[in-house]
């Protein structure tokens, strides 16, 4: 079975799409006879002509020979000539539109829609999401699979630690991850807030007092700076799933997260929970997690053990079977 791959998202962001596909790439290039498609760089220009030619004209014609076309996030064809998969992380930018940039939202708002009604099978991430498709967008229940993000090396218990007392939060600088409502936080709680993460959008502003932004760090990096946290606070007011979250987990880091959100789905109990729009409930967390902290440690890797890249590869190509 041949699957054209749509890989432009890696050439777009580093953070949530670009891990979930490069987690699964490998395992599915077991399973499947992957066929990468891809056009542009990275620039915001070239991602305008991406959404407007390649999607709708160039991609069809080339995956026209193919067996299933998967495209991995809601940007896609609202056309396709062979069985046509696509895989929504989450509906944040019509969920919290004034959380995105301009041309963000007037794409999903005209296209997305389209797109998800052109597609045969609509992958997503998590339970929340599920029902977000239903909800706002009348997917047929019956067309939508789950498919998990998971989590693998680097990311475990054992290794290198960060130096020094921090609270770590994980995301691009963007206004849904609420990073400075977590900087207000840490400030409450007295400690050190590292924050690593690409920046995004929305003029949100992470620096000040006790605030050190550390850009975007290597997922061994990454680790270590889990690793050695007091806790890892991701308070972020809207997710599909909370990739940092599971990541988190899997390295025995005391977690802090939003009440009410896949991440406290994902926990199962293995976390503290917060009301995100308040910085004195999210620095209380801070407070109770650090205390929490042996506990925590030990049943994080117990939950995030569930999550495998290639459990997940393999509900993808059943996916793909359904079709092909």
């Not at 900087?183 to 992470?206: I, K, M, N, S």
Request: hydrophobic fraction near 45%; proline fraction near 7%; glycine fraction near 10%.
């Amino acid at each position: 079975m041949r699957v054209g791959l749509d890989l432009s998202p890696l050439r777009l962001t580093r953070a949530g799409t670009a891990r979930y596909v490069n987690g699964l790439l490998p395992h599915l290039r077991e399973l499947v006879d992957v066929v990468p498609l891809t056009w542009g760089g990275s620039g915001r220009a070239t991602a305008v002509v991406r959404d407007t030619v390649w999607y709708p004209f160039v991609l069809p014609r080339r995956a026209r020979r193919l067996d299933v076309l998967h495209c991995p996030s809601f940007r896609g064809p609202i056309r396709a000539r062979v069985p046509y998969v696509v895989t929504v992380l989450d509906l944040g930018v019509l969920r919290h539109p004034d959380a995105f940039n301009l041309w963000s939202r007037t794409y999903s708002r005209a296209l997305v829609p389209r797109v998800v009604r052109a597609a045969d099978r609509v992958i997503t991430i998590s339970d929340f999401s599920r029902r977000e498709l239903v909800e706002l967008l009348r997917v047929p229940e019956e067309q939508i699979r789950i498919v998990p993000p998971a989590v693998g090396e680097p990311f475990r218990p054992e290794g290198e630690r960060a130096d020094g007392e921090y609270v770590l939060a994980v995301g691009t600088v963007e206004p849904r991850k609420n990073l400075e409502r977590v900087a207000e936080a840490a400030r409450l709680a007295g400690v050190e807030l590292r924050v690593a993460g690409a920046p995004g959008w929305g003029d949100v502003q992470v620096g000040g007092d006790g605030v050190r932004f550390l850009g975007y760090v290597s997922d061994d990096d990454l680790a270590r700076l889990y690793r050695g946290a007091a806790c890892v606070a991701y308070a972020s007011l809207y997710e599909g799933f909370g990739i940092p979250v599971l990541e988190a987990l899997a390295c025995g880091a005391p977690v802090v997260t939003s009440e009410g959100t896949p991440m406290a789905e994902l926990a199962n109990g293995a976390a503290v929970l917060v009301d995100p729009y308040e910085p004195s409930a999210i620095a209380e967390g801070i407070r109770s997690a650090v205390a929490r902290r042996d506990e925590l440690a030990r049943a994080g890797p117990a939950v995030a053990s569930g999550y495998t890249w290639r459990r997940g590869a393999e509900l993808t190509a059943d996916v793909y079977r359904e079709l092909a």
